[in-house]
């Protein structure tokens, strides 16, 4: 059961200050200063800047530096002016997911790497594991009104997300492809923290879960329309273009967050040694250690679905993947000077039990997404294009239930009862998709089914669901209020690297039974070691075989998919027990 408290009421005020994100203009002459300028209630569609925007080296030392103070009057600001500036980056990176899911088939045979297509994935959600807290936490070294703004956090992300677009569409194989993708990866990072920090920055925390709704909107937009976009691309001119293409888009972005949210100007103590002194303070260590013990894990576990379980090359990285995981842990309780994952907020029991559904969710969600696309190209024989469409009806779907999960939370002004049916729902869903894609038959319209209730129960089919936006909103309303930016920031965290793991269990389980089961059925004499090699590393060949033969691979990948789902059922489970441990709070208007 969840324990309930009430959370400390907020105090309201007239505006005495600036919003300096939005310009001077947003509040020269406090609400009536402008039109875009209103006052904030539970029912509007808008909400009160609840956290100090100044340096917590500045602030006075109450031991509450980071958050506003019980007399201080709150700011006004209207979200809608800023919303469609950020909208183009959040539509931007939430299509660069679902490009990959419909098109890493295709990119994995052309590139005679097929049975490494999970690189493609993880090496963008490795350097997005990393830098997502990095943002959080320069946000709160530099503070927001001291030489690095939200604003140039967030230019910088769009400017490397960009580049990394760029040398994907250029790549000539897998290796430069996954290393331009995690150079984009350390630009997505930034793209989802800092605008949730902003978001949390200028709206009151009960209207926080319908300004999400709106954002899920935008992202769901993208999610919904990456797989068509990556799909129709790849099977016309081509899947580089689905990068390349994301440039010019990411240039539009820039222009626009540039041209609306305003840098605040540099205060007092912002010289160069100041700076320096202040870079120093970055936990560097920290995201070395959480990048060694991510990257082994995955190097294990893809060596060993591919090389061999026993083999040294798969069993050193998998024994050093908890000494380096415990490095982090000490390094970010006992050596980090402003850790970026810090004990006290990461390991408070609330928290934690929130990060963990948030970790195991998105871990069982992204796992599937990216082996189901897999299951219609390879054991369904659809093109690049039909498999990007067959996400469409879910994502649809779980809009509705993300902007409704917004509804209910603000009315309500509760959130865990709508987690724990979420992520009960998404674990029930794993039924009829085992049984459609070959336990009981193999079914494209089954599998769509059961996609739908995975996109209700996930609430929505993406990494903003509403089970997860709900589970975010318990996250900021446990944390204290000098460690709102760092908690969000690593809820971020937990769910870039549980969708990194996911996807690396899932793909793992799912390439092992493929190798078994077609070294278990193929019977064409000498040729059988040859097609199994060739059927691993492309697509295309299943369609130069013999029928009866390409129906056998065919049967293999479905074997495979159905076994997928093992990992998929144990993470979601972690999940809601992770969930019934979460604290409700009483949200305040």
Request: some cysteine.
């Amino acid at each position: 059961m969840a324990v309930e408290e009430q959370a400390p009421q907020e105090v309201a005020g007239t505006t005495s200050e600036t919003a300096p994100l939005l310009g001077s203009a947003a509040s020269a002459q406090g609400d009536t200063a402008a039109p875009h300028i209103s006052k904030f209630n539970g029912n509007s569609g808008h909400g009160t800047f609840s956290r100090d925007t100044a340096d917590p080296e500045l602030s006075s030392g109450n031991g509450n530096t980071g958050g506003a103070k019980d007399n201080e009057p709150k700011i006004k600001v209207n979200l809608a002016q800023p919303l469609p500036a950020l909208a183009i980056g959040i539509y931007l990176v939430a299509m660069d997911q679902t490009l990959t899911i419909a098109t890493y088939g295709k990119m994995g045979s052309d590139l005679n790497a097929l049975n490494n297509t999970s690189w493609i994935a993880t090496s963008y959600f490795l350097t997005l594991t990393t830098f997502q807290p990095l943002y959080g936490r320069l946000s709160d070294i530099f503070g927001r009104k001291v030489i690095l703004s939200p604003t140039e956090c967030l230019l910088f992300a769009y400017s490397v997300f960009g580049i990394g677009c760029l040398g994907c569409g250029l790549a000539q194989d897998i290796i430069q492809l996954c290393i331009a993708r995690g150079v984009a990866g350390m630009g997505g990072g930034g793209m989802n923290a800092v605008v949730s920090i902003l978001v949390t920055d200028l709206v009151s925390l009960r209207d926080r879960g319908v300004w999400q709704g709106y954002i899920n909107i935008v992202f769901g937009a993208g999610i919904a329309s990456g797989g068509p976009i990556g799909g129709l691309l790849t099977d016309t001119i081509g899947w580089r273009w689905a990068f390349a293409g994301q440039f010019p888009i990411a240039i539009l972005a820039w222009i626009a967050v540039f041209t609306v949210l305003q840098s605040p100007p540099e205060t007092a103590g912002g010289g160069t040694d100041h700076w320096r002194q202040k870079l120093l303070r970055i936990d560097f260590l920290g995201a070395f250690a959480l990048s060694a013990a991510a990257f082994v894990l995955l190097y294990g576990l893809d060596n060993g679905a591919n090389e061999g379980w026993g083999r040294p090359v798969t069993v050193v990285p998998l024994t050093l993947t908890p000494v380096l995981f415990a490095v982090f842990v000490f390094v970010e309780v006992r050596v980090a000077t402003d850790p970026f994952a810090p004990g006290h907020v990461i390991l408070d029991p609330p928290l934690l039990a929130a990060y963990g559904a948030n970790f195991f969710g998105v871990a069982a969600q992204m796992g599937f997404l990216f082996f189901i696309a897999m299951f219609y190209q390879a054991a369904m024989a659809l093109t690049a294009t039909q498999s990007g469409l067959m996400f469409v009806p879910s994502t649809v779907l779980g809009l509705t239930g993300s902007l409704g999960g917004g509804l209910v939370m603000r009315r309500t002004g509760k959130y865990y009862g709508l987690m724990l049916a979420g992520y009960s729902i998404l674990l029930l869903s794993i039924v009829p998709l085992v049984l459609f894609t070959g336990a009981l038959t193999k079914s494209v319209i089954g599998v769509v089914v059961g996609m739908a209730f995975l996109a209700l129960g996930a609430s929505i089919s993406n990494p903003r669901a509403a089970a997860i936006t709900t589970t975010l909103i318990a996250i900021i309303a446990n944390c204290a209020p000098e460690d709102m930016a760092i908690a969000v920031a690593c809820s971020y965290l937990f769910r870039s690297l549980g969708t990194t793991i996911g996807i690396s269990l899932s793909t793992a389980v799912l390439q092992q039974v493929l190798c078994t089961e077609l070294a278990a059925r193929l019977r064409d004499g000498g040729r059988a070691a040859e097609i199994e090699a060739r059927v691993r590393e492309s697509l295309d060949y299943i369609w130069t075989l013999p029928p009866p033969v390409a129906a056998t691979v065919r049967d293999c990948y479905a074997v495979a998919t159905t076994w997928a789902f093992l990992p998929v059922a144990l993470l979601a489970c972690l999940c809601l027990v992770s969930t019934a441990f979460i604290r409700e709070k009483k949200l305040d208007r």
